[in-house]
């Protein structure tokens, strides 16, 4: 079982800048990919960024320019640094990860919120 644990999501107005944190029990340089995931209200989860274990990464076009995925070098957590936000990036955050074909893990979600 691995657990997942996010946080740094907040309020910030638009234009700022938040980094979101994911503290793995699991070396997260080990999985086989791991992701940011978002949920805005009334709509459903979606990708924002996924990186793989040989580190590359994809990221949604919404995004592309301004958010940035990454793992820390003591190889427990992983960070989503968000610049130039927008309003419509509001939503609740969750990091991803897998670790074999057969288990999918989740982190319980941060709420980032972005005021015009």
């Known amino acids: 079982q691995v657990q997942l644990v996010e946080s740094g999501g907040g309020l910030v107005q638009a234009g700022g800048s938040l980094r979101l944190s994911c503290a793995s029990s699991r070396s997260v340089f080990s999985a086989n990919s791991m992701a940011w995931y978002r949920q805005a209200p009334g709509k459903q989860r979606e990708l924002v960024v996924s990186i793989t274990r040989m580190g590359e990464t994809d990221y949604t076009e919404s995004v592309k320019g301004r958010f940035t995925i990454s793992r820390d070098s003591a190889k427990t957590t992983l960070y989503l640094q968000m610049n130039s936000l927008k309003p419509e990036d509001t939503a609740v955050y969750y990091c991803?990860?897998?670790?074999?074909?057969?288990?999918?893990?989740w982190g319980q979600g941060t709420q980032v919120t972005v005021s015009s």
């Open positions: 991803n990860g897998r670790w074999d074909r057969t288990n999918n893990y």
